[in-house]
């Protein structure tokens, strides 16, 4: 029987790079919120010769990618419980591949779970982050499965923020059809890129509308284009603010009222060969 997961997208509603590791990895601080756009997995427990992962887009056309993470979570989870773990997965894609808004690993963790789940594993949230983070850095957040959350070290620090609501901002998301990969835009950062500002506790609200993505100018070093998007974004009547998200591409604009993001839209749509919706975020005090 086949079951079907959601696999929701995250934003980093703003993301400061502390410091480059021994290791390799960057300490980063950041606020990540989940969204409303999703894929679909559907999991199906089959024999061992018939385990396979297939990626479709939205409109069921097959995509072909290699090295699918989906397999490396089914290898991890079956070592960690000396359980053999064999499924058939297929994954229907909205969240758009190399956008910065999770996709991979939230399809890694939505996966994690489902099989904790469908196999009766029983293991906690801490056994599952062990395995999560090391398969990807913003695993642990969806792990979390909260709406928001402040993230630290390398991902693997996560403080879900649950206080009472203050207030709601509006995101208009611009989804460029541009794939962005995220370690060259490591790579590509200069020493000028690093902060070193860390979240504090205090106005969320205040530090959204003010912080920013300190991955922003290498994308654009890659990516020139970003830097047209965000200028676009900032120059929409009434937009607090305008970010990328994660490593890129997907850029957003922060607006006090659906009805401006909306308005923003329109325009948006006509100037840029991208995708465009807007989202209501609930932000919360600490």
Do not use: W
């Amino acid at each position: 029987m086949n079951l079907c997961f959601k696999s929701y997208a995250k934003l980093n509603l703003f993301l400061h790079v502390i410091e480059k590791r021994l290791d390799g990895y960057h300490n980063i601080s950041s606020l990540f919120a989940l969204l409303n756009l999703h894929d679909s997995i559907y999991i199906k427990k089959v024999p061992d010769y018939a385990r396979k992962v297939q990626i479709f887009t939205h409109k069921s056309e097959e995509l072909r990618i290699e090295n699918n993470i989906a397999y490396k979570v089914m290898d991890a989870l079956s070592s960690y419980t000396t359980k053999p773990i064999s499924v058939c997965i297929k994954i229907f894609k909205r969240i758009p591949i190399g956008a910065g808004l999770g996709g991979g690993s939230s399809n890694a963790a939505t996966i994690l779970l489902a099989l904790n789940q469908m196999y009766n594993l029983q293991l906690s949230l801490e056994n599952l982050l062990d395995i999560g983070v090391s398969l990807g850095a913003d695993i642990p957040f969806f792990l979390h499965q909260c709406k928001l959350a402040l993230v630290s070290g390398i991902g693997e620090k996560v403080v879900p923020v649950t206080q009472k609501m203050r207030k709601t901002l509006y995101i208009l998301l611009i989804l460029p059809k541009i794939h962005i990969n995220t370690k060259k835009v490591y790579e590509n950062l200069s020493n000028a890129d690093y902060t070193g500002y860390k979240c504090k506790e205090g106005s969320l609200y205040d530090q959204i509308c003010c912080g920013k993505n300190d991955l922003t100018n290498s994308a654009i070093g890659l990516e020139p284009s970003i830097a047209v998007i965000l200028s676009i974004l900032l120059t929409q009547a009434r937009c607090i603010n305008a970010r990328m998200s994660g490593s890129g591409s997907s850029c957003f604009g922060i607006f006090a009222s659906l009805e401006d993001a909306n308005s923003a839209m329109t325009i948006c749509l006509a100037e840029l060969q991208a995708i465009a919706c807007s989202m209501r975020i609930e932000i919360m005090e600490i």
